[in-house]
């Protein structure tokens, strides 16, 4: 199944006008955002720069970059700042040509679509939504050589199956032969507790065919300013920046991202809450008849509410009319069965969606 529309979590507009209820009034489990919202520094930060917005922003965000260069650990001139990670996503096919591509799914929708506004063709390679996925890799590898272009989620949204940089450097091997861009998307890499052993961004800096894709919406809170980056080989960087607008970054999306960066306690904060309410929820959910919840290293989990004796079309409404928003997976390609995924948020906010759901499902 291919989307007709762009159709994701967090949009509290469109729920609203469904369910009747005021937009202040909805638990947003559909999008997966920082818990704890963006750190205090960022609201201080736009209130205090509100005056910028009288002149053009920095085009070559170049504050930012430099502190987002160190947070990562890599050279800054291997950074290209855009308007969020979607807007990257659909500007490199055309910035790199690519015409073909083969995508790990179930995942983000946006890489096949980006592909096809191109004109481009793509393709899936599936992954189970659990268990273990590495013995799948080796299989991955020998498809690499036939695409322009692999792209993989790590960790990938909506499993939340997270492979080490380890297991993923064959295929960086494979794409860097074959001549094949390998992107790998890590907007979700800031909430693994063992980050840098998963991520490939210190070796992008240095492999003119590896990309990865980051985002600053979703562990610094700020979805609504849009702010993502991709991490590359300098020459490659180059390549991608020309393809860029000059003003893409807004100035407040400029500062609030600066400010965040800055905020070491409030990154260790979501972190630990994160880490301690995902047990919770699935410790919880276990224990409901009829729920799957499904182990994952990112902010949220994916659920199977297959064995629930109801269907998404009943579940999601009912949910919706308690004020309860949740993901409704059935739009991810290779992703068959009644699938939700829900945000980890604090453990009130939790509570409601295990005591509304428990309603809903009638147990």
């Given at each position: 199944m291919l989307l007709s529309e762009h159709q994701h979590g967090g949009n509290l507009t469109r729920a609203a006008r469904e369910y009747g209820l005021p937009v202040q009034q909805f638990i947003d489990f559909s999008a997966s955002i920082n818990p704890l919202g963006p750190s205090p520094e960022v609201y201080r930060t736009i209130t205090y720069n509100l005056w910028r917005i009288r002149h053009y922003p920095d085009p070559d965000c170049g504050e930012i970059t430099g502190l987002l260069a160190s947070y990562l650990e890599v050279p800054p001139e291997s950074v290209v700042v855009?308007?969020?990670?979607?807007?990257?996503?659909?500007?490199?096919?055309?910035?790199?040509k690519i015409r073909r591509a083969l995508i790990v799914a179930p995942?983000?929708?946006?890489?096949?679509?980006?592909?096809?506004?191109?004109?481009?063709?793509?393709d899936h390679f599936c992954l189970p939504p659990e268990g273990d996925a590495t013995r799948h890799?080796?299989?991955?590898?020998?498809?690499?050589?036939?695409?322009?272009?692999?792209?993989?989620?790590?960790?990938?949204?909506?499993t939340g199956k997270l492979f080490?940089?380890?297991?993923?450097?064959?295929?960086?091997?494979t794409a860097s032969a074959a001549g094949t861009m390998l992107v790998v998307d890590e907007?979700?890499?800031?909430?693994?507790?063992?980050?840098?052993?998963?991520?490939?961004?210190?070796?992008?800096?240095?492999?003119?065919?590896?990309?990865?894709?980051y985002s600053l919406t979703k562990f610094f809170g700020i979805p609504g300013l849009r702010l993502g980056a991709v991490i590359t080989e300098s020459g490659m960087a180059n390549v991608i920046k020309r393809a860029v607008d000059p003003w893409r970054v807004n100035v407040l999306a400029q500062v609030a991202g600066e400010a965040a960066l800055k905020d070491r306690k409030h990154m260790e904060a979501t972190i630990e809450l994160v880490q301690r309410e995902r047990d919770y929820l699935l410790k919880s959910l276990s224990g409901m008849k009829g729920v799957r919840p499904i182990s994952g290293a990112a902010n949220f989990l994916l659920v199977d509410l297959s064995a629930s004796g109801k269907k998404l079309k009943e579940i999601i409404p009912e949910l919706g009319r308690r004020g309860i928003l949740v993901r409704d997976c059935s739009n991810f390609y290779g992703l068959d069965?009644?699938?939700?995924?829900?945000?980890?948020?604090?453990?009130?906010?939790?509570?409601?969606?295990?005591a509304y759901l428990g309603e809903v499902l009638g147990g």
């Open positions: 855009g308007n969020g990670g979607a807007e990257l996503i659909y500007m490199l096919p055309a910035a790199l995942t983000f929708s946006e890489y096949a679509a980006a592909i096809h506004a191109t004109g481009g063709e793509a890799l080796e299989n991955l590898k020998l498809k690499i050589p036939d695409y322009h272009a692999v792209f993989i989620c790590n960790p990938n949204n909506p080490t940089s380890g297991e993923l450097e064959p295929l960086v091997h907007a979700f890499i800031d909430f693994v507790d063992r980050r840098r052993q998963c991520s490939l961004m210190h070796r992008a800096a240095s492999i003119p065919n590896l990309i990865i894709l069965g009644e699938y939700i995924r829900i945000a980890i948020r604090n453990r009130p906010e939790n509570d409601k969606l295990l």
